[in-house]
């Protein structure tokens, strides 16, 4: 199966700008397919946090920003707070062998 | 707004089916894909597989071969089965609205709260 890679960690002190990778194939974001970031809080489930490579939901603040170009994808935290260190998921959509939905395999944003 | 939930055994023997459950309220189940996903105890997130209002479904290739999932929109659920499961079944499930806005996009935009099943004899 197709996977979207992600580093397994990342950090960074208050205030501080931090991005997370998300690293895909030409089936899937280089397929044109848009890629969605979740946050995950300790203990709950995820939360969408930006869709459609750049857009956030509505109560997102705008710390929170989203970008893809060809076979990648990022997410960019600025400003970084205490509640933002949570486990971070790209999500995908892949048309390889059959067409499935696919997730990155998470990173953990420690704020230091 | 939307809310889900999973319901189901917490427990569940090795080969024997998982069964879940998860209700919506808040907002009609037509219209939409539902989706169930899982987490292995810190582990990342596995999709398991969609179903849309009208039955039509998509499941991961992965677990192609034992899941079924189904939809009641009488009752604005839908559901989950997984046959022969193993210990690395083991995982937290959830269920999700799954919002399909373009030929290029599926996400996950409403989420339950989540449901942990073991599978130990």
């Known amino acids: 199966q197709s996977v979207l890679t992600q580093p397994p960690s990342v950090s960074g002190a208050p205030g501080q700008r931090v991005t997370i990778s998300c690293t895909g194939s030409?089936?899937?974001?280089?397929?044109?397919?848009?890629v969605h970031w979740y946050q995950q809080l300790p203990g709950t489930a995820p939360k969408l946090l930006i869709y459609?490579?750049?857009n956030r939901p509505s109560g997102v603040p705008d710390r929170f920003s989203g970008s893809k170009s060809g076979t990648s994808a990022s997410l960019a935290i600025t400003g970084l707070q205490a509640e933002d260190e949570a486990d971070y998921y790209c999500q995908s959509y892949d048309s390889s062998l059959s067409a499935y939905v696919l997730f990155g395999g998470g990173t953990k944003l420690t704020v230091l | 707004q939307v809310q889900l939930q999973e319901s189901g055994p917490g427990l569940v023997k090795p080969s024997e089916t998982l069964s879940l459950t998860c209700t919506v309220s808040?907002?009609?189940?037509?219209?939409?894909?539902w989706s169930w996903i899982r987490q292995p105890p810190g582990k990342g997130l596995e999709w398991i597989g969609y179903i849309y209002s009208s039955g039509s479904t998509n499941y991961n290739p992965s677990l192609k071969s034992r899941v079924t999932i189904s939809v009641d929109t009488s009752k604005n659920q839908f559901s989950l089965k997984l046959n022969s499961v193993t210990a690395a079944d083991t995982a937290v499930y959830y269920c999700?609205?799954?919002?399909?806005?373009?030929?290029?996009?599926?996400?996950?935009?409403?989420w339950g709260p989540g449901t942990l099943v073991t599978v130990s004899s």
């Open positions: 999700a609205r799954t919002t399909h806005g373009s030929s290029t996009s599926w996400n996950f935009d409403y």
């Open positions: 808040g907002g009609s189940i037509t219209t939409y894909y």
């Open positions: 030409s089936s899937n974001i280089g397929a044109r397919y848009d």
């Open positions: 459609d490579n750049n």
